[in-house]
């Protein structure tokens, strides 16, 4: 199997990098999975306090990967996969690790989920973000979850429905990322090693205060978020979006 994230661990600070630049770090099952099981990995190293998850290639995520569930997914395998990320961001929710989101390149649609149920989100000057569900014939659903406690209200009323790109210092007003700067590599270590002084159980009953309420949110809408999401992308406006999309041309509503 191919390393879809890599992981490496030095002193206090373990770095898991997406690796799959060949579909823009895209969401698929088997990048998942590996997600999952660095994430463990770091919660078992002893010694480490922080996790910083970065990528390589000019795109941290681009959201789910439209070529494994286009035209092939009735709704009970829909539902899976609608499944498969709401575990992944309340694992990050539930790491008794913080994490921090490095990011230096362009975020899309799923993608930004990841960016919400971090602790942390460092970006780029020159990276852009933008949640282009509804011009596919679906919606940020599952990723609402993480998104709307972190965003405005404004900027979420405006995001979710124009699709249009974004870049960092607007993600930092809006409350999707905690800082834009010109030197991501820097702010991120310096952000890490103020984290490694804390103590493993102050770190994790602190972040535990700051994702609570996140986490409600999860108990309380998740499977109906998990079931409408499915119910989405398996409808006739979202396979002719994913197709349009996949063949690089305006869907049918469009004109």
């Known amino acids: 199997m191919d390393t879809l994230v890599r992981y490496h661990a030095e002193g206090p600070v373990a770095r898991l990098t997406l690796d799959s630049p060949n579909n823009r770090n895209a969401l698929s099952t088997a990048l998942v999975e590996q997600l999952h099981d660095a994430l463990t990995r770091a919660s078992a190293e002893r010694g480490v306090r922080v996790v910083v998850l970065g990528h390589t290639g000019g795109t941290f995520c681009a959201g789910a990967d439209l ?56 970006a780029g000057t020159s990276s852009t973000f933008a949640l282009t569900e509804a011009r596919i014939g679906v919606a940020p659903s599952i990723i609402s979850l993480t998104l709307l406690p972190k965003m405005t209200a404004r ?27 010109d030197d991501v590599t820097a702010t991120v270590s310096e952000l890490a090693s103020a984290i490694a002084l804390g103590s493993p159980q102050g770190l994790a009953e602190s972040k535990r205060l700051t994702t609570a309420a996140v986490l409600a949110g999860f108990d309380q809408h998740a499977e109906e978020l998990t079931q409408r999401s499915a119910a989405l992308f398996v409808s006739e406006e979202a396979r002719e979006g994913m197709l349009a999309f996949l063949q690089k041309r305006r869907p049918d509503w469009a004109g």
């Open 67 to 122: 070529g494994e569930v286009s035209g092939r997914a009735p709704g009970d395998v829909a539902v899976e996969r609608a499944r498969e990320l709401t575990r992944l961001l309340r694992r990050i929710l539930e790491s008794p690790l913080p994490v921090i989101a490095a990011i230096d390149g362009h975020v899309r649609a799923g993608g930004l989920g990841l960016v919400g149920a971090c602790d942390i989100a460092v």
């Open 155 to 181: 900027a979420a009323g405006r995001y979710f429905v124009t699709g249009e790109k974004f870049g960092a210092q607007a993600a930092a007003e809006a409350g999707l990322i905690t800082v834009a700067t």
